[in-house]
Each structure stands twice: as C-alpha cells, then as structure tokens.
C-alpha cells in the first residue's frame, strides 16, 4: 500500500530550468503511478522568459515525458520580463536540447498561472504547491485573493540563502537566484503566514550528484538523449560560471530537494527559524523575541546517498 503520506494533491510552480525538470520528471513519475496527483504546473519567467518558461515546459510535459493528462499555465506577470535571464541555462532553460526535442508552438491556455492557483486552492483540499522559480505567481495569488496562500497544506519552497553567498547577478551575488528576481515576491510568500518549508542554497549547493551515476540510470530510459544533454551542459554551464572545477564530475540540482523532502522530509536537517526577506530578496534570522511565525529551513542533507537513490526514481 502506499504511503498516505504521498496521496497528495500537488502543482508545481516552476521556471523551467534543468534542475526544475529533475524535479517535475519525478512528480510526474509518481503521478503516473498514481501515489500523487499533480493538479497542473503553472509557469512563471526566472530562469527564462515568461513565454519561454510556458513553451518549454509544454515540450517536457507533452513531447518528452508524454504526459497528457496535467495541464500547463503561462504566467501572466511580466514584472521583469525583460531581465537578461536566460545565461545559465539557455533560452529554452535546457542548454538548447529542449528545441532538438520538439519545436511545437503551444497556444496560450485561457487561464493564467495565478488564475489556476487561485482556482485550485478555492475548490480542492490536501494542496502542496512546490515552487522552484521566482516566487512571483504565489504573490500575485495572494494579492488578488488575500489568504488563499494559507489553503495551502504546505508550501515547499526553493529559494533563499541563509548562511551561503548568493547566486543572482541582478543583486551582485547578494541573493539566491530565485528570491533575487523577485525580491518582493518572496518577502510577501515568506511574510505570509504559511505553512513554508525552505530549500535555500546553503543545502542545495552541498549536496551534489554524481554524474557517472546519472548518466547510467537515465540511459535506461526512453528520453536518454534527452537527459545527457540536459547533464552534460548543465555541468558545462556550472564550470563556465564557476560554480564547480571540470575535475569535479558532479552537479548540483537544487529543485530537485524540494521533491526527496516530499517523499521523505526525514533525509534533512531542518530547523525552524524565524526570518525575513529584504525588495533585493536578502535572508535575514531574527534574533530575540519576534512576531513573525517561524518556517522550516533546511540546512543540510543527512544522507547523499538516500537523497540520489530517490532523486534517480525518475529514471525507472
Ligand atoms: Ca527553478
């Protein structure tokens, strides 16, 4: 029987780049087997633009993973739609392999990303949303229906760092990609009051994946072209921007915490802390006696070898 904890209603909030499909190629698995049900995945600009990240996860969800049955949304925020976003990892989010798949135009769905989070946190129960891009969909949520965030059962969350340098040139490294972006967004997601578990880069960066082993287990697979490119330029990518040495022949795959966690939330180190978020999307921990609810920060993994048994699931 499968674990009651995994029948779960989730929507992924994503902005499409390889280590988001690392993460939506396992919850769509579980979909297929029916241990959760992925109500949609709705879109939103970050690691490319708002019309790219749409197009791309269409291409994933559609002609790669063949998967028919969760709808995909466009965002319609374009607070910063013309950033200069795509440097890591291409205009399609997946070091240019997503155009080799596929280059079907999808038209764009009558409902906006927000419309159908808005939507679905109304009518259905049981909702964990996992949101591994810019929290902008969220805030737009939450400011055209005020509290619609809190029907949420969880809210899982990569972005942020605590402790660990920052990775987005739009606030000179002073702040994780993510939150960077949109600042303002993770401040009104943070400061919301939700039930929030945070994945910030001070785990995602530790924990790294070997790609000897990731090559193996995904040639298994249908999409084995697919998921080489996706490995091999991300890896190329990391050495360009310096977040690895050539020698160093493993990835960090940040968003894809957000799934191990759901499957099982005891491979982490998780404290609770009270913090808050800065416009520039700077963590700040409150000291002494505050109001702000407290969120679960995760800081480290405990095991790396569980953590990548799991993470490698999507490759059966
Ligand atoms: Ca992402």
């Not at 810019?134 to 942020?160: R, S």
């Amino acid at each position: 029987m499968a674990d009651a904890q995994l029948i779960n209603n989730v929507i992924i909030d994503t902005d499409v780049g390889v280590d988001d499909t690392f993460c939506m190629a396992n919850f769509l698995t579980l979909h297929r087997k029916k241990r959760c049900k992925v109500l949609g995945i709705t879109t939103v600009c970050g690691n490319i633009t708002t019309e790219n990240a749409f197009q791309s996860a269409c291409i994933l969800v559609r002609d790669v993973l063949k998967v028919t049955d969760v709808p995909v949304f466009r965002s319609g925020c374009s607070e910063f739609n013309d950033c200069n976003c795509s440097f890591f990892y291409g205009q399609d989010g997946h070091c240019g392999t997503l155009k080799k798949q596929s280059n079907r135009l999808f038209s764009t769905p009558n409902q906006t990303s927000e419309q159908f989070l808005i939507e679905q946190l109304k009518t259905e129960q049981n909702v964990t949303v996992v949101a591994i891009g810019p929290l902008t969909n969220l805030a737009k949520a939450e400011l055209l229906c005020p509290g619609v965030l809190k029907k949420c059962k969880e809210i899982i969350v990569m972005g942020g760092t605590v402790y660990e340098p920052g990775n987005c040139p739009k606030t000179k490294m002073e702040s994780e990609y993510n939150f960077g972006m949109d600042g303002k967004a993770a401040k009104c997601v943070v400061s919301s009051g939700v039930n929030l578990t945070l994945f910030p880069l001070d785990v995602t960066s530790s924990v790294r994946f070997d790609i000897i082993e990731l090559l193996n287990r995904s040639s298994r697979t249908k999409q084995k072209e697919f998921y080489k490119d996706c490995i091999e330029g991300t890896f190329n990518a990391m050495v360009l921007h310096g977040e690895t040495k050539p020698e160093d022949k493993r990835l960090t795959i940040h968003d894809v915490h957000c799934f191990v966690y759901h499957m099982n939330p005891q491979l982490y180190s998780i404290e609770e802390m009270r913090i808050s978020v800065d416009e520039e999307g700077r963590v700040t921990r409150e000291k002494g006696e505050s109001q702000i609810r407290p969120v679960r920060v995760a800081l480290s993994g405990k095991d790396d070898s569980e953590i990548t048994q799991l993470v490698l699931g999507m490759f059966e």
